[in-house]
């Protein structure tokens, strides 16, 4: 085994690729095909001053070191600016070798595209290099106000498991006398943002040169020196591809934290300017740590996180909800994914846009981690996903299996066993793991975040049509229509006196209520509604609750249209007990305050507040508290999941129950 490091000093002369004669230059390692390294962006600069280190492990010298150099594009193609080779075999052991690599194209090697300069060392290794795939990366800049700092950098899911050092908040709040690409004189402008491998696109404005956007999203700064924020405005074409009508860019290096900055930037290669609001803000962030040092074990240190989350400081920093910690013990039974009958698993644990994983095991179907995983919680309803991948050097890991858990239905410190799933959690597959977990949240301030707009996901993937889903969608929209028809059809038969007794009856109930209605019955209605399932679920009489739902009855439940995929399964039905709190809270003040206030001088405040809302806050993102809360309604499969996990929970606390009086018992017979 053999450490090759690296410095990637700067380049000189390289090759312009802009319409401005300049780069905007980044160089990438390749070996086997595989890429090792990916250095910054320097832009505009064709000669570029890198100062990055990067260390690899090595089982042979016989695969030359691949260096290519591309210039940077956002939302487009990056352009080949070069690429040369490094021959290991040449290097000499443990002496430090300046050189320099003159960049050529393949297809054109007449050409000279310029010239990289590194500092090469090599040297024997010794030791255990199970993680040899693992390369650490350590960059500094020349600049004496800033001390060095380190990161690890993994190869593609790894390198998106780093610690994250606080929160980029902006607000795309609308662009100023952009440039005209429609024959009309008008574009249809949107927004794409990039922090590197985090995105976000923005919605599109139709027909217009200064648009309205007001949006907001969130990105991690992993950097504690800050970044680059890359921004391109684009027009939306159907007939044929995007057109490009500029580009600018935000240095967080330069703002400063915990405070709101207003930025008007003019946009470059293109008309017209863009404003935004961006807040930079320091956070605890994720950690990783082994089972030894867990936190929430110390007694003190709870107590403390504790106090963090007390209700007494629920609007001190209401973008902190709180705090969840998870266990990853061990696993059992895995998927052999190597002709050897064997895996190298290791776990990754999400929850949001938050990756951590643990170290691999090698070669063993029944791995042990013991690591301890700690997420700072934006959204209560968020659901932790932990995934069990086999390492392969060759090529991307291979899946073993998955389990999703609403925070919501963790219990704080008990340790389970959870069955794999499939990617989609539509089926079992092969293994368990063992898992324990503690969510500690301020209940003010998770009940405020629930009206808010959820955390949209950076690594999702773009949603691909299924002929399968669309027929399920297409059959749920049409039990819908049936539900409605069919209740049009039943008040339309009361007025048609079909059946003389029911047209009485409803005859004289409208009579009834309206004559003695009032605007506060409908959320006391509604208020009484929550409580008369809440009764029937503690008596065990409705059927519909997870409690008394069996895990093969759980997909026939999913697929009830009126009670999954309305908001009625999670809020009426107390699937979820916390949204149903929250309603009851917010229909109680509804109720009183209706019942006090005359309706009049409510639909005033609303207006009042609705026409000043621009005057008194131009930069305002408004937002629709009704469809945030029904954004948190779980989907079809995690309403199976929280049906199966209420299941498993019985039966474990069963099993314990039987083991003590067991115990019990044989204590008192051995007592006689």
């Not at 895990?551 to 009830?560: E, K, M, N, S, V």
């Not at 067991?662 to 008192?668: C, P, Q, Y």
Request: one cysteine or more.
């Amino acid at each position: 085994m053999y450490q090759l490091d690296i410095v990637l000093k700067s380049g000189k002369n390289l090759a312009a690729r802009d319409r401005g004669g300049t780069s905007d230059p980044y160089v990438k390692f390749k070996m086997g095909g595989k890429e090792v390294f990916r250095s910054r962006t320097v832009h505009k600069n064709l000669n570029p001053v890198w100062d990055e280190k990067v260390s690899l492990l090595l089982e042979s010298l016989c695969e030359p070191l691949y260096v290519k150099v591309f210039d940077y594009d956002f939302g487009l193609q990056d352009d080949f600016m070069g690429s040369a080779y490094l021959y290991l075999e040449s290097l000499e052991l443990g002496r430090q070798l300046d050189v320099t690599l003159d960049l050529k194209d393949p297809q054109q090697p007449e050409h000279k595209l310029g010239t990289l300069q590194l500092a090469v060392t090599l040297s024997p290794k010794e030791g255990d290099f199970q993680d040899a795939n693992i390369l650490f990366r350590k960059t500094w800049k020349r600049s004496t106000k800033q001390q060095p700092h380190q990161s690890v950098r993994l190869s593609d899911i790894h390198r998106k498991a780093q610690l994250w050092r606080g929160i980029v908040s902006i607000s795309l709040i609308e662009g100023r006398n952009l440039m005209p690409m429609d024959a009309n004189g008008l574009s249809d402008p949107y927004v794409k943002f990039r922090l590197g491998y985090q995105k976000y696109k923005s919605k599109t404005m139709s027909k217009t040169l200064s648009p309205q956007w007001r949006e907001q999203f969130d990105f991690h700064l992993y950097d504690e020196h800050g970044g680059v924020v890359d921004i391109t405005v684009w027009d939306r074409d159907a007939r044929k591809r995007d057109d490009f009508m500029g580009r600018c860019q935000v240095d967080l290096s330069v703002l400063s934290k915990e405070h709101t900055h207003k930025l008007e930037l003019p946009l470059e290669e293109g008309e017209g300017l863009l404003v935004l609001l961006v807040t930079l803000t320091a956070s605890a962030a994720v950690s990783i740590s082994d089972l030894s040092a867990n936190l929430l074990d110390d007694p003190l240190e709870r107590q403390n996180i504790l106090n963090r989350y007390k209700l007494l400081r629920s609007f001190h920093n209401v973008r902190d909800v709180g705090v969840v910690q998870v266990k990853v013990i061990r696993a059992e039974g895995l998927m052999a994914a190597d002709v050897t009958g064997k895996s190298d698993p290791f776990c990754v644990v999400e929850l949001s846009n938050d990756r951590l994983q643990t170290h691999t095991v090698y070669k063993n179907l029944n791995p042990e981690w013991n690591k301890v995983f700690t997420f700072n919680v934006k959204d209560v309803h968020s659901v932790l996903e932990v995934t069990v991948y086999d390492e392969d050097k060759d090529r991307s890991a291979d899946f073993l299996g998955k389990v999703a858990i609403p925070l919501l239905n963790i219990r704080n410190g008990e340790r389970k066993s959870y069955g794999l799933k499939n990617k989609a959690l539509t089926g079992p597959t092969k293994g368990v793991i063992y898992l324990e977990m503690d969510v500690i949240f301020n209940t003010v301030k998770a009940g405020l975040r629930t009206l808010t707009p959820a955390e949209q996901k950076y690594l999702e993937e773009e949603p691909r049509v299924c002929k399968q889903l669309l027929q399920q969608n297409f059959l749920r929209v049409k039990r819908c229509v049936l539900f409605l028809i069919n209740i049009g059809s039943y008040i339309n038969s009361c007025f048609e006196w079909e059946s003389p007794k029911r047209s009485l009856t409803a005859f004289l109930l409208f009579i009834l209520a309206v004559w003695n209605f009032q605007l506060y019955m409908i959320p006391l209605s509604l208020l009484l509604l929550l409580v008369w399932n809440y009764l029937r679920v503690a008596l065990g009489r409705d059927p519909r609750h997870g409690s008394m739902v069996s895990a093969g009855r759980a997909p026939a439940i999913a697929a009830d249209t009126l009670w999954t995929q309305v908001g009625y399964a999670s809020t009426f039905n107390w699937t979820v007990p916390f949204l149903s709190c929250l309603a009851i809270v917010v229909l109680s003040i509804g109720t009183v305050v209706i019942y006090f206030i005359p309706f009049r001088y409510i639909v005033l405040i609303w207006g009042v507040n609705k026409f000043t809302k621009k005057l008194r806050d131009p930069y305002n993102i408004d937002n629709n508290e009704l469809l945030d809360f029904l954004s948190r309604v779980p989907s079809d499969v995690q309403v199976v999941n929280i049906f199966v996990l209420r299941k498993l929970m019985i039966n474990f606390r069963k099993n314990e129950l039987s083991k003590f009086r067991e115990a019990e018992l044989t204590k008192v017979k051995l007592w006689k």
